[in-house]
């Protein structure tokens, strides 16, 4: 069984960084096109970034700039790169991804920004 475990989130002052990790683990043999989702309290779950197992990126438009999405394909990880954090950034943020060709969650990791 494949399983996306997230890592690095915290509690940040506005104007401060985080970095997010999603690492795969299980038996995997296809890790394709990975993404960042966040869900806020009382909102819909929103996609934050997306790459390609080619490393095409896109971006929702209010993080561009400030985010950067990347992988390590020989570790199966990937990473948010979370720069000029905002209040409006605090939410539940969701690793998924193409684990052996099945869509995949990871459990979701907090990032508060606030002064």
């Known amino acids: 069984q494949v399983q996306l475990v997230e890592s690095g989130g915290g509690s940040v002052q506005p104007g401060g960084s985080l970095r997010l990790s999603c690492a795969a683990s299980?038996?995997?043999?296809?890790?394709?096109?990975m993404a960042w989702y966040r869900q806020a309290p009382g909102k819909e779950r929103e996609e934050v970034a997306r790459?390609?197992?080619?490393?095409?990126?896109t971006y929702l438009e209010s993080v561009k700039v400030r985010f950067t999405i990347s992988r390590a394909n020989a570790e199966s990880t990937v990473f948010l790169q979370m720069n000029n954090l905002k209040p409006e950034d605090t939410a539940v943020y969701y690793c998924?991804?193409?684990?052996?060709?099945?869509?995949?969650w990871g459990q979701g990791t907090q990032v508060t920004v606030s002064s």
């Open positions: 998924n991804g193409l684990l052996n060709g099945v869509e995949t």
């Open positions: 299980g038996r995997l043999y296809s890790f394709g096109t």
């Open positions: 790459i390609t197992l080619f490393g095409r990126t």
